[in-house]
């Protein structure tokens, strides 16, 4: 494996429209959503271990998450997990692990991947990341895996490249925000859009100097601290003045603003799993088209619903559709799919009045 490639997950999410499953003390990216006896995060290490040394694989996470990124990466040692005092969004944890990485090799290439998102056929995710990985290494760009859309989300933002660019890995024109749905059907109608995956690949080199360039009291701050990275004093000056940083997305901060910014289509199967409704897309149904994950099910007049419950449970259901069903302790949430959205408002209208 190549020495220079480095990977950053990002696993400080919670994750709360995936309530009562995922919580703030322990979200989503920790749990076996899939039933497939893995959880998310295991399954986005083990699928970027296959192209990148395990030992530079860092995990990104607050730090109330530590000890169960520990429990469920074995093969990490603590000098991988990267620890956030505070939940300051994308840009400066990006800006911060790139730091980090730079001390340890300046010629690095890294992929920023979230903790918890669905792909299918690694085969190809390993193709596409070589290809954006081989890129990068040649050329001074930002990069960003793109998804083809396959129908008018509006959960996603979207990408949109210059139709006009021939090559394989496209120049970005600009990066909106989550359409309606009618503007969503025009971005799939023009065929020069596509879904932003939130997976982004540069060298470190780059990536500091576009915060160089379009965040430099951010980078100021984070350099005023860098004799520390990577050593013992590290997480003393992290734990003093991060809290204090602006708390902005990478792409606010940097890919909106730079020039340089370009988009390899995917060729995999892709899903954020953000919501209840996302997992049910890619759940196995039954012939009633409901997903079922744990759950022994006995349904009458039941269809289009994603039940969910601890293992071994037993679960009768008569004339409901399209439904979310999830048992979890001591929390029972029968809820309409077509309403997932708030979910995480009434999470927290429970956990405000209990």
């Known amino acids: 494996m190549n020495s220079n490639y480095y990977a950053v997950i990002m696993a400080g999410g919670v994750g709360s429209r995936f309530w009562p499953v995922s919580t703030p003390e322990f ?21 970027l271990s296959q192209l990148i040394p395990k030992e530079n694989i860092l995990v990104l996470t607050h730090e109330k998450y530590n000890d169960i990124v520990m429990e469920q990466l074995p093969s990490v040692s603590q000098e991988q997990i990267i620890l956030e005092p505070a939940m300051r969004n994308t840009a400066p944890c ?8 730079q001390k340890m090799n300046p010629n690095a290439l890294m992929v920023v991947a ?3 998102h669905w792909i299918e056929d690694e085969m190809q995710f390993v193709a596409n990341l070589q290809r954006a990985f081989d890129v990068c290494e040649r050329e001074n760009i930002l990069m960003t895996l793109g998804i083809l859309p396959t129908y008018p989300n509006t959960g996603f933002g979207y990408i949109e490249f ?4 021939s090559r394989q890995v496209k120049e970005v024109v600009q990066f909106r925000e989550k359409p309606d749905y009618v503007t969503a059907r025009k971005f799939i109608q023009s065929r020069h859009f ?28 984070f350099n005023s601290g860098i004799e520390t990275y990577n050593t013992k004093g590290e997480q003393d000056f992290i734990n003093t003045f991060y809290p204090e940083v602006d708390s902005i ?3 606010y901060a940097v890919m909106e603003k730079a020039k340089n910014v370009f988009v390899l289509p995917a060729t995999f199967d892709w899903n954020d799993l953000g919501t209840w409704g996302s997992l049910y897309d890619k759940l196995p149904k039954d012939g009633d088209d409901n997903a079922i994950v744990n759950a022994k099910v006995f349904s009458e007049n039941a269809t289009n619903n994603i039940i969910r ?18 048992d979890r302790k001591d929390v029972l949430l029968i809820y309409p799919k077509k309403k997932e959205q708030d979910i995480k408002v009434v999470s927290q209208r429970v956990v405000d009045e209990q």
């Open 94 to 101: 990006i800006l911060y692990a790139s730091m980090k990485i």
């Open 194 to 221: 596509l879904w932003n995956s939130g997976i982004f690949v540069w060298s470190v080199r780059a990536i500091l100097e576009a915060f160089t360039k379009f965040q430099p009291s951010m980078i100021a701050q």
């Open 27 to 47: 979200p989503k990216q920790f749990h076996d959503m899939l039933g497939s006896g893995e959880t998310l995060i295991q399954k986005t290490f083990s699928r």
């Open 309 to 326: 419950t601890e293992p071994g449970k037993t679960v009768v259901v008569d004339g409901l559709d399209d439904y979310i069903i999830v």
């Open 162 to 165: 210059d139709k006009l660019d």
């Open 249 to 251: 997305s990478i792409d």
């Open 114 to 116: 979230p903790s918890d």
